[in-house]
């Protein structure tokens, strides 16, 4: 037996409730939550797989997490899903969990097969519950025939507890009326930094070399992102609508859309007259533009920019905040509002610790 094994038969000695997990992604989200489950808090819970887009480890009697980078680095197993599930049911644990946090849209499309399977499903990836409205049905119908969960805490707001409340707030008969606010922290904090002081391009490299944009900023610019987000959140608040109802008007003109990244990189002061353009006709008005995402009571749903006057809550924002205001039929003189950091790797991965956890909730 080697020592890895060794330092980790805790696994094997599990007690009611203890979940075998697989971890699929250790960038910025997955190496967070690495750390996390060498925490007390993670007690019970036994990484059994780990995994990268080319390579991956297994262990069915557990990986002890403080040492599962080093050894996936040293690893010479290549991708295949089936040891992953087959490290699941080896560890002879009911409760099984597979935990998303890489963004591929191709480890989102297996989601349902997971959960039909009989695993958990906890992801932070997007691509599955926010995009095509078959791919989403086809998550709930697998997960309500297999009474297997599907943890999206942190695919919306990272840890602020956006989808929950909206659920609780449906579970006791209250209604959605509209749904406002500012979903990205990359397009907050550009946004929130656009006084006229500087060209919109020199922030954008500025927001760029932080780290709080996609490495094609046009993800955020565009608007795509904010649109899957409000798309995950009018599902979840009952308005079953498909991508293409979104109306999504982004701030890339179109000569930038479709050239290279590094083309559109050294061409991004185009972006700058047209927004200042707008920036200084809202000022006239005494207002700021916002990168807002709307939903109406009857599913409605926009995301683009626009002049909110001072008093609007997403003008009073800093930093790089996310913020959601939901009005409903019960919080409907003043919304409730949900507001704090909606990106970083320490909140998103406890939203994902967070869903693993509630699976033994009920034992
Ligand atoms: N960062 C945040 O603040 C935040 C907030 C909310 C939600 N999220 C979401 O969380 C997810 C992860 O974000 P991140 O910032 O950690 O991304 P990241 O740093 O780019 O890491 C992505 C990880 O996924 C791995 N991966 C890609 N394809 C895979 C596959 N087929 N099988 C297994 N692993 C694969 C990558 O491996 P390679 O290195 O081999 O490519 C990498 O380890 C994304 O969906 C993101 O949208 C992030």
Not at 119 to 138: F, I, T
Not at 233 to 253: F, K, S, T
Not at 347 to 358: E, H, K, Y
Request: proline share 4%.
């Amino acid at each position: 037996m080697n020592a890895l094994i060794k330092s980790a038969l805790p696994a094997v000695a599990s007690a009611r409730g203890d979940i075998a997990l697989v971890l699929l992604g250790v960038g910025g989200v997955g190496r967070t939550l690495l750390a996390q489950l060498a925490t007390p808090a993670a007690q019970g819970v036994h990484l059994v797989a780990i995994a990268d887009s080319t390579r991956q480890l297994v262990n069915a009697r557990g990986i002890v997490p403080a040492q599962a980078r080093r050894l996936l680095g040293d690893s010479p197993q290549s991708r295949d899903d089936n040891a992953l599930l087959a490290a699941l049911d080896a560890s002879g644990l009911a409760e099984r969990v597979i935990v998303d946090a890489t963004a591929s849209a191709e480890v989102a499309s297996r989601h349902a097969d997971w959960l039909a399977r009989g695993c958990h499903v906890v992801s932070a990836n997007k691509a599955a519950l926010g995009e095509r409205l078959d791919g989403w049905n086809r998550l709930r119908h697998a997960s309500r025939q297999s009474r297997r969960r599907y943890g999206d805490a942190a695919t919306v707001g990272a840890g602020l507890p956006v989808l929950s409340t909206l659920l609780r707030l449906r579970q006791c008969g209250d209604s959605l009326l509209a749904l406002d606010g500012v979903f990205s922290g990359s397009l907050s904090w550009l946004f929130n930094h656009f006084d006229g002081g500087r060209p919109f391009s020199d922030l954008l490299r500025e927001a760029r070399e932080r780290g709080y944009t996609e490495p094609d900023p046009r993800v955020d610019l565009g608007g795509a992102d904010v649109a899957r987000k409000l798309l995950i959140l009018a599902r979840a608040a009952g308005h079953a609508i498909d991508a293409h109802e979104v109306v999504v008007e982004g701030v890339v003109p179109e000569a930038l859309r479709e050239i290279g990244v590094d083309e559109f990189l050294a061409r991004a002061s185009e972006l700058d007259a047209p927004l200042e353009a707008l920036r200084v006709a809202a000022a006239r008005d005494g207002q700021v533009l916002r990168f807002l995402a709307r939903l109406d009571e009857s599913g409605r749903a926009r995301v683009g920019l626009v002049a909110v006057a001072p008093t609007h809550p997403a003008a009073r924002l800093s930093g790089n905040d996310n913020l959601f205001a939901l009005t409903t039929q019960r919080y409907r003189e003043q919304p409730l509002v949900i507001q704090g950091p909606g990106a970083g790797a320490e909140v998103t991965a406890q939203a994902l610790l967070g869903d693993v956890l509630a699976l033994r909730a009920a034992h």
